[in-house]
Nanobody
Framework: QVQLAESGGGLVQSGGSLRLSCAAS????????MGWFRQVPGKEREFVAA????????DYLDSVKGRFTIFRDNAENTVYLQMINLRPEDTAVYYC????????????????????WGQGTQVTVSS
């Protein structure tokens, strides 16, 4: 089991940028595929972005492609989500997640693929 701690959320105007960070501890970071999900009240938690264990492969929710970038630093045990051109509909609590048991290049995108979750960080985009 790995412990995850997100940071970097906040309030930003439409068109602005934020970088979320997720620091992992208690496990071998390179053994985990890493993902970002988000949730708004009354809705299910949805996939946003994910990275393979080695960082070579990534996948994104269609609505964030070209605006969000996931990248990881395995030496620092941290995964990031760089978000630009933010929109009000991006407002949500963003969660970092870790999934194990996947091959080095595989990118899991189902919520059930991930066993360990952070506490979340709020991102609010004002119009």
């Amino acid at each position: 089991q790995v412990q995850l701690a997100e940071s970097g959320g906040g309030l930003v105007q439409s068109g602005g940028s934020l970088r979320l960070s997720c620091a992992a501890s208690g496990g071998t970071f390179g053994n985990y595929a890493m993902g970002w999900f988000r949730q708004v009240p009354g809705k299910e938690r949805e996939f946003v972005a994910a990275s393979s264990r080695n960082g070579d492969n990534t996948d994104y929710l269609d609505s964030v492609k070209g605006r969000f970038t996931i990248f990881r630093d395995n030496a620092e045990n941290t995964v990031y989500l760089q978000m630009i051109n933010l929109r009000p509909e991006d407002t949500a609590v963003y969660y970092c997640a870790a999934g194990r048991g996947f091959s080095t290049n595989y990118v899991p995108r189902r919520r059930t693929d991930y066993e360990d979750w952070g506490q979340g960080t709020q991102v609010t985009v004002s119009s």
